[in-house]
Each structure stands twice: as C-alpha cells, then as structure tokens.
C-alpha cells in the first residue's frame, strides 16, 4: 500500500483595503518611518474597518479566494480549522460559523489557538488527519484581526501588526510531496513576556480591566526577540539537519513575518542566500496567523513541484517550531 503524505494542493489569501503606513503612525504615536523600518522592516499593514466584522470576515474571503481559484466544491471539505488568536467571541468557535458561510455543509471545524504558530502546529495538525487516511480535504486558515487588541497609544506594539488572512487545502499525496517533517516545540517561560492580561479565567472583564487598558496585547520586546531569533534558527538548523538538506537543497524559507531581524538571523543560521527567503513583512507587517500563508499566496507563482521548503515561527507561549514541506504543484 502506497505511504500516504499529506499536500498542499491550494492557496487562498486576503487583506483588507485600508493601509496604515509609518507615515500615518508618525501622527498617532511619538514614532518614525525610518525607525520602525530599520528597526522591524515593516513599512506598512492592512487593518479591517467596518461595523461588526471580526476575523471571520477574514477567514471567510481567504476561503472564497482559494475556492474561486482551485474550483473545489465546498461540499466536499472534511474539516476546516481556523488558526487565530483574535476569534469573532468566546465559546463559539470561529471556524464553526467559517465553514457554514463558505458552503462547507459537511464539514466538521474547529479553532486552534498557539498565537504568532497557530498556522504552523495547524499545518501539523491537517496533515496529521490526512495521513490518517480517513479525511480527503482539509481546510486550514490563518486569520487574525489584530487591530482589535492593538492598543494604539503604545508605540511598542502598534508599530507591528496588522489584519489578514490566508488559507491552503490539504489533500493525500501518493508522490513522497507534502509535510516530510516537523519540530514543534512549546514553553510556558514566555506567558509574561507576550500576553493579554485581561478577558480570561484568571482576571475576567471588570469596569478596572478595561479602565486600565489590560484588553490590548503586552509584549516585552526585548525579551520576545532575544527567544524568537534563538528559537527560530534552532529549528530551523535541527529540521535540515535531521533531513539532510543543505543550503543548496532548500529552496525556499518561509519564516513568521514578524521582524526582518528574525527571519535574517534565521536564513543567516540556515546557510541561505537572501534570494531564497520569502519575505512580505514591509507590505502587511505582522498578522500573526496569517503570515505563512500570505507568504505562500503572495509568492505561489515562484514555487515549483518538488521545491523543498522550510516553514518556521515562533510565538507567545512561547510557541516554535520548524516543518519541512516538499511543494506539490505548479501554478497552470
């Protein structure tokens, strides 16, 4: 019987139209353009605008787009997983309402929350349901509209992010394409560096929570940087090392677009040449979720069948990891 690998075999993305530049920062906060580009590479990022839309509205365009392009039915989803740490509200799951609206009637779903790694442990999860041989199609979207917890009086972390969403389709490959390997690793030292105080089980939404601002996300730039950069090129290095590849052998590096310090710092530990890493950090910033698969969106034209590609990310938690993906198709 033929090994079953798990592919991806679509992409879909979306961004809102509204762009907040370095340029309208520098009249909100004490900041600058020249400051924020050298010191993050961001120069600009979508937000979401308008009255009762929350991630969702993200997800579900990033599907649309990716149904639109690869002609699949709907009907014949399996499971669609929603990455996201900005769900629509507690309780109710995002990807539930996701699916429903996308046409995914037969389709069971659920959300998976491991901030900036959500679509990273998510790539491991889908596969994981393919190789299993019981699911034929699986929808996984990273969405998050971080604009909602961004407290924009705080030049520390309105600076990095911004809204958007992708999705990919995985589907069984019997070619050896797809998920070859991962590294995914987890530790709770980085619960205060990286967090929302407020909203949860320990300290729950109170008049005092919202007065003291504790519903936007916190985050000890620092100390986050000092564990991302070590954490990131770490992973990086063990999923070559332990596949045997080489910086000839991997085509593309596809790391968490949160710093164009990290993601240098991790090519540079990985041996690549600056043409080899995918990098759209200066048009959308960090959206969290939603980075690897814009990556994958934005630069779908460049990827060839049987392309070796390093996906890495690191997030609060702390969150990290590394998989090692064989590219499954060429764009008609």
Same mark, same amino acid.
């Given at each position: 019987?033929?090994?079953?690998?798990?592919?991806?075999t679509?992409?879909?993305?979306?961004?809102?139209?509204?762009?907040?530049?370095?340029k309208i920062?520098e009249?909100?906060?004490?900041?600058n353009?020249?400051?924020?580009t050298?010191?993050?590479?961001?120069?600009?990022?979508?937000?979401?605008?308008?009255?009762k839309?929350?991630?969702s509205f993200l997800?579900?365009?990033?599907?649309?787009?990716l149904i639109?392009?690869?002609g699949?039915?709907?009907a014949?989803?399996d499971?669609?997983?929603?990455?996201?740490?900005?769900?629509?509200?507690?309780?109710a799951?995002?990807?539930?309402?996701?699916?429903?609206?996308?046409?995914?009637v037969?389709?069971f779903?659920?959300?998976?929350?491991?901030?900036?790694?959500?679509?990273?442990?998510?790539?491991?999860?889908a596969?994981?349901?393919i190789q299993?041989?019981?699911?034929k199609?699986v929808l996984?979207?990273?969405?998050?509209?971080?604009?909602?917890?961004?407290?924009?009086?705080?030049?520390?972390t309105c600076?990095?992010?911004g809204?958007g969403a992708?999705?990919?389709?995985? /589907?069984? &490959?019997?070619?050896?394409?797809?998920?070859? @390997?991962?590294? #995914?690793r987890?530790d709770?030292?980085? $619960?205060?560096?990286?967090?929302?105080?407020?909203?949860g089980s320990?300290l729950?939404?109170s008049?005092?929570?919202v007065?003291?601002?504790q519903?936007y996300?916190?985050?000890?730039?620092?100390?986050?940087?000092?564990?991302?950069?070590?954490?990131?090129?770490?992973?990086?290095?063990?999923?070559m /090392?332990? &596949?045997?590849?080489?910086?000839?052998?991997? @085509?593309w590096? #596809?790391?968490?677009?949160?710093?164009? $310090?990290?993601?240098?710092?991790t090519a540079?530990r990985m041996?690549?040449?600056?043409d080899k890493?995918?990098?759209?950090?200066?048009r959308y910033?960090n959206?969290?979720?939603?980075?690897?698969?814009?990556?994958?969106?934005?630069?779908?034209?460049?990827?060839k069948?049987g392309?070796?590609?390093i996906?890495?990310?690191f997030?609060g938690?702390?969150?990290w990891g590394?998989?090692?993906?064989?590219?499954?198709?060429?764009?008609?």
């Amino acid at each position: 019987m033929n090994t079953i690998t798990a592919a991806i075999t679509a992409v879909g993305a979306y961004v809102p139209d509204f762009v907040l530049s370095n340029k309208i920062l520098e009249t909100m906060v004490d900041t600058n353009d020249e400051w924020i580009t050298s010191r993050t590479g961001i120069s600009e990022r979508r937000i979401l605008k308008g009255d009762k839309l929350g991630t969702s509205f993200l997800a579900i365009k990033a599907a649309e787009n990716l149904i639109e392009k690869s002609g699949i039915n709907p009907a014949d989803i399996d499971l669609v997983i929603v990455a996201t740490t900005t769900a629509d509200m507690p309780v109710a799951a995002t990807s539930v309402y996701v699916a429903t609206q996308i046409g995914a009637v037969n389709a069971f779903a659920y959300d998976l929350q491991a901030a900036c790694s959500g679509f990273l442990y998510g790539m491991s999860t889908a596969a994981a349901y393919i190789q299993s041989g019981r699911y034929k199609k699986v929808l996984l979207i990273g969405a998050d509209k971080m604009s909602s917890i961004i407290d924009y009086t705080d030049r520390a972390t309105c600076i990095i992010f911004g809204d958007g969403a992708g999705a990919v389709l995985f /589907e069984p &490959n019997h070619e050896g394409l797809g998920l070859q @390997d991962e590294f #995914l690793r987890s530790d709770g030292i980085g $619960r205060e560096y990286l967090k929302i105080d407020a909203g949860g089980s320990i300290l729950p939404a109170s008049r005092e929570t919202v007065e003291n601002r504790q519903h936007y996300v916190f985050q000890d730039g620092k100390t986050v940087f000092k564990y991302a950069v070590t954490g990131m090129a770490d992973v990086s290095e063990k999923i070559m /090392e332990r &596949n045997n590849l080489t910086k000839d052998s991997v @085509d593309w590096l #596809l790391a968490h677009q949160a710093n164009k $310090r990290i993601i240098d710092a991790t090519a540079h530990r990985m041996g690549l040449d600056e043409d080899k890493v995918l990098v759209n950090i200066h048009r959308y910033g960090n959206t969290t979720s939603g980075t690897l698969p814009l990556l994958l969106s934005d630069f779908e034209d460049k990827l060839k069948k049987g392309d070796n590609l390093i996906f890495a990310a690191f997030g609060g938690g702390f969150t990290w990891g590394a998989i090692y993906l064989k590219w499954a198709y060429d764009k008609q």
